[in-house]
């Protein structure tokens, strides 16, 4: 299964995860000049601390859960892909 990411001129950072770290590294990169992947299972960002106060209705789930495409709304150069699993093929230049 490809990924289909258009060809870019810019070197490509690739993330797995979109947990707290992956977050941090993806908004540390923004003016980095590359091109930033997210892969992650979910397309959200979920602050799991929280779910106990979704769970008795102290809080609606869109309080501590935050779409990837919101977050980085306002980046060209960050492409967030939705997969399970993804097979690495390394190419070193």
Same mark, same amino acid.
């Given at each position: ?6 060809? #870019?001129?810019?070197?490509? +950072? *690739?993330? +797995? /995860?979109? /947990?707290? /770290? ?9 003016? #980095? /000049?590359? @091109?930033?992947? =997210? ?6 960002? @979920?602050?799991?601390? =929280?779910?106990? @106060? +979704? ?17 980085? @709304? ?5 492409? #967030? *892909?939705?997969?399970?699993? *993804?097979?690495? #093929?390394?190419?070193?230049?």
């Amino acid at each position: 299964m490809s990924l289909n990411i258009a060809k #870019s001129n810019k070197k490509r +950072v *690739v993330i +797995v /995860g979109g /947990g707290f /770290g992956g977050l941090k590294l993806a908004n540390k990169l923004k003016k #980095s /000049g590359f @091109q930033v992947v =997210l892969i992650d299972k979910n397309n959200y960002h @979920q602050f799991p601390p =929280l779910i106990y @106060q +979704v769970a008795s209705a102290g809080m609606e789930p869109t309080s501590i859960s935050f779409p990837f495409r919101k977050i980085f @709304q306002h980046r060209k150069d960050f492409i #967030s *892909v939705w997969r399970k699993y *993804v097979l690495f #093929s390394p190419k070193r230049t």
